[in-house]
């Protein structure tokens, strides 16, 4: 860690312009001009780099909300890595086998791996003077201290999901929905890991300055926004740790497989293509089938640690199980995990909720009315001879969508919970708690200049279990279901709208 804070050093004393600068490799994660002169990274009268290169390819080229995020964000730590690598290179004593560390949040060989590490938390370091890797923009819980829950990183959901590419509205996937090249949320289509953990840490670390207003900018942590989370040390080890799970999902299952449509392999048609600086100064293109080994000679990297931390277990096999109780012979007639074929499943409206719901630093709930004669597909799929004369694979599962989400909080966190008793404390149910949701990227959304017009985004919730535990409980009326928002970060008044809250079912 010593020499990856020397080797920040080195990136952060070169000019803007050197594309092997700190600020260049951040800036082609996101920038906002006036946003990184309040904050001190452009000096009053510096220009931000006058290059076409910069201004129409480089800057603001990072993918999300899409099935690109994986293979764009593991070609960019490449680039990151071997220029870092290579300016510790340069500095007396350096290691010859210099690597990029991870931040496993979820590691059980330290006692308490969701803290901050250590050298990134005070502005002190052996070799005296500021340290490098310490920022006073990183204000988690609002005063400094970062403090991440384990459902703040769970991985279950991603890990455990067999297919990549998701659908609208239904299951995202692990990776996402397909998409175009998209840097803001155009579209909302981000894969389970996207959203957990990787927004979520983004929001818990960068957080807001407590005290003030979380809906204006110039109090929001540098990892609380896209346009300028790269410019965090700690960025680097996050997205380390996210391209490392990666790996886990592709080998706790050899059905696991990455898209084969020439559309994903190839990366995005047009005139936006993925490239990035290299040590030389030079800039390198790339595609997604370039990033899909990476022991190949572009790559040459492994993880320290891999492994399976669910043991093998599979979300449908897991769910059959539990199925079973209710219907008998369930797992018999279970179907494979990943299906073989590019077979879409269905995705059908359920219900919403009457009108917009705005979320306050109290709990929220809103009501969802279910259209009968839907609902009762849903309860039907749970027949053992239904399901199993349709050849598919499970009963249908069901997705909240919280549509059309408004804000200028990025670091904004709720959690979500679905079905709770009417004046039930939510933190006595954790079975009810659906997921919980980060707004990283909000602002963008919410922007009426951007692509999108301000339409917000989009999240996706799966409460299948849910809605099992009711046919389990023989309680399965699906007419009136209840959803509570919980802040788990300061929200502000009036700062976050959701346009519609809406449940869907899917049908393989």
């Known amino acids: 860690m010593l020499w990856y804070a020397r080797g920040v050093q080195a990136l952060k004393a070169r000019p803007f312009p050197d594309v092997t600068s700190w600020r260049y490799l951040a800036a082609i994660h996101g920038i906002e ?16 780099p006058q290059t076409p290169e910069f201004k129409n390819q480089d800057q603001g080229q990072c993918q999300h909300h899409g099935w690109y995020f994986v293979p764009w964000h593991r070609g960019y730590l490449a680039a990151f890595e ?71 990183v769970d991985t279950k959901t991603a890990l455990t999901d067999g297919q990549f590419e998701g659908v609208t509205n239904g299951s995202p996937g692990f990776g996402g929905v397909r998409t175009p090249f998209q840097h803001d949320a155009d579209r909302d289509h981000e894969g389970w890991l996207e959203q957990v953990p990787h927004d979520v840490v983004h929001g818990r670390v960068g957080g807001s300055q407590a005290g003030q207003d979380p809906n ?135 219900g919403a909720n ?28 749970f027949k053992l001879n239904e399901f199993a004369a349709r050849s598919v694979p499970e009963p249908d599962r069901v997705f909240l969508n919280l549509e059309n989400i408004t804000s200028d909080n990025n670091a904004a966190v709720f959690d979500v919970y679905v079905g709770l008793p009417e004046g039930a404390d939510p933190a006595a149910h954790p079975d009810n708690l659906a997921g919980v949701v980060s707004l990283f990227g ?15 985004m989009t999240k996706v919730l799966e409460i299948t279990d849910t809605i099992d535990r009711l046919h389990l409980s023989g309680n399965a009326d699906l007419s009136n279901l209840s959803v509570l928002f919980v802040p788990v970060s300061s929200v502000g008044a009036g700062g976050v709208s959701i346009k519609r809250v809406s449940i869907y079912r899917q049908s393989s």
């Open 82 to 152: 071997a220029i870092v690598r290579a300016a510790i290179a340069k500095l007396p004593g350096a290691p010859v086998d210099w690597a990029l560390p991870y931040w496993d949040y979820n590691s059980k060989a330290v006692a308490n791996p969701r803290a901050l590490p250590e050298a990134f938390a005070k502005n002190v370091w052996p070799d005296g003077g500021d340290n490098p890797l310490f920022d006073k923009r990183r204000y988690g819980r609002g005063d400094g201290v970062v403090v991440i829950r384990p459902q703040d």
């Open 354 to 381: 009457a009108k917009a719901v705005t979320l306050s630093n109290a709990p929220t709930s809103t009501t969802i009315k279910v259209d009968k004669p839907t609902a009762r597909k849903v309860t039907n799929s």
């Open 442 to 456: 909000a602002r963008a959304a919410t922007n009426m200049a951007k692509p999108h017009g301000g339409s917000g």
């Open 33 to 48: 001009e006036q946003i990184w002169r309040e904050f001190g990274w452009l000096k009053p009268a510096e220009q931000l």
């Open 216 to 350: 204006d900018w110039r109090f929001a942590g540098l990892m609380s926004m896209p346009e300028t989370a790269g410019l965090d040390p700690i960025f680097w080890l996050h997205h380390a740790n996210i391209d490392r799970l990666w790996e886990v999902w592709r080998k706790r299952d050899a059905r696991h497989k990455n898209p084969t449509l020439s559309s994903w392999l190839n990366g995005p048609a047009g005139r936006h293509k993925f490239i990035l600086p290299q040590p030389d100064g030079t800039r390198k293109r790339f595609a997604p089938k370039d990033m899909l080994d990476t022991t190949a000679p572009a790559l040459n990297y492994v993880y320290e640690d891999t492994s399976d931390p669910f043991a093998g277990q599979q979300r449908l096999s897991i769910r059959l199980k539990t199925l079973s109780m209710v219907i008998p012979g369930a797992q018999g007639v279970a179907g494979p995990e990943v299906s073989s074929v590019a077979k879409k499943p269905i995705v059908e409206l359920l």
